[in-house]
């Protein structure tokens, strides 16, 4: 159905003649009364009739109206929200981000970019940093940013930062305050981890078969809120990132390790299948332009 019909239908059951009609929308008026005729046909009833100059609305035109009226005020709702989605200065950037990287990196990167644009606005998604989960909380994130490898030929994504890892004791332990330490110095260690499926989990096995050993996992938690607090209790020691300035436990050593490959990388994901819309694209490409520019927080 016309929704220029519907318009027109609309404005002349407002009061407009058909020839007020014409001017404003700039066409003649046999069009328009034309286009108001074949609407009637599509709704198989009488809409208007004449009464003297003015169309006037029958009872089914009556009925219809509140229906055309409700609709177009739905559909002009709807092309709103399109335009301010279409508004790289209003829009919504919806964002996925691993757990431990809300604590430092997601707010200073939306602090930085809210700055110069404050009315986009940020729906927020956090993720596991689990192997085999769908990216982009399932396709429904404009973008997401993890530790997590990204595998899928549907997805495009780019380092943005190396994270280093630490080991982390509890004060009291053998290791605790040294200025650095090599993983195999840990190998008769007790160690706390993180689910089998983490990232991170398999990243220290990875490391610790390097070193000439498999971790002794005695816990496993859920995320690293939970595994620096059975370290602090002496529970066992674990890899985790370097803690950021000001936010370590005092409970809690972290010693740099010497290992190659004792990083984590930390990148950006975004659709290969679909277009971002401006404000999500101007959010990527910000992120990745700080991240170029060596702009990011600090990670040691």
Known sequence: ????????????ADGMTVTE???????????????????????????LYRS?????MT??????????????????DGLAALSELLDPDAGTVVLAFQHSLGTWLIPDLMRGFRADHPGVRFELHQVRDELGSPALYGGRADLE????????????????????????????????????????????????????RSALRQLTD???????????IVFEGEDLATVRGF?????????????RAGSAEPSVCYIPIE???????????WSAERRLLPAAERFRVYVLTRARDGQLPSLD
Do not use: Y
């Open 1 to 12: 159905m016309d929704t220029d019909a519907l318009r027109w239908f609309q404005q002349v």
């Open 21 to 47: 009609v014409s001017e404003q929308e700039q066409l003649t008026q046999p069009g328009i009364s034309r286009a108001l005729a074949r609407l009637e046909d599509q709704v198989g009833v009488a809409l």
């Open 52 to 56: 003297g100059r003015i169309l006037r």
């Open 59 to 76: 009872h089914a035109g009556a009925v219809f109206k509140r229906h055309v009226d409700a609709v177009l005020h739905n559909l002009d």
């Open 145 to 196: 940013i993890s530790s997590r490898p990204q595998h899928d030929p549907e997805t495009r994504h780019r380092p943005i930062a190396l994270e280093p890892l630490r080991l982390a004791t509890s004060r009291d332990h053998r290791l605790a305050g040294r200025a650095s330490v090599q993983l195999a110095e840990a190998a008769g260690e007790p160690f706390v981890g993180l689910r089998p």
């Open 206 to 216: 990875e490391l610790c078969a390097r070193a000439g050993f498999q971790p002794d």
């Open 231 to 243: 370290v602090a209790a002496g529970l066992g020691v674990a890899v985790v990132p370097a803690p």
């Open 259 to 269: 290992d190659p490959g004792a990083v984590r990388e930390i990148s950006l994901t």
